[in-house]
């Protein structure tokens, strides 16, 4: 709950910020922002680094991909275009994540799990209208 509430916090401020100043700037600060967070994690596991260098070129690839989303949903919020729509497209991600983990991680997928995902995708038709 404390992330989803964090997020709901993220949301609003980013189109907030979006409208004042232009993508590029909003996203240079959220990356600012972001390192009073990675210093207190470093300063809680005492200073040590992983040691696994894939899980490190995940996390930096990570890194790369989330900054150039949210650029790109800076950029899409400072266009003044409905906000829910955005943020409902954008929150469909897990969507094609799913699909993913189910053809390349050869994950299981119950049917509950596939009404979920049609609930998912119903919920955004409704907010375009």
Request: glycine share 8%; proline share 4%; with cysteine.
């Amino acid at each position: 709950m404390i992330c989803v509430f964090c997020w709901v916090g993220w949301a609003l401020l980013s189109k907030l910020g979006s409208e004042e100043i232009p993508p590029n700037t909003m996203q240079f600060l959220f990356t600012l922002g972001t390192i009073p967070v990675g210093l207190a994690l470093l300063i809680a596991r005492r200073g040590r680094l992983q040691k696994s260098r894939m899980g490190i070129t995940y996390g930096v690839l990570n890194g790369i991909l989330s900054g150039l989303g949210r650029l790109t949903l800076f950029a899409a919020y400072h266009t003044n275009a409905n906000t829910t729509l955005i943020t409902a497209a954008t929150a469909l991600y897990p969507m094609i994540t799913v699909v993913l983990a189910i053809t390349i991680l050869r994950e299981h997928f119950r049917p509950i799990q596939a009404l979920g995902l049609v609930f998912a995708a119903i919920a955004f038709v409704i907010f375009s209208i």
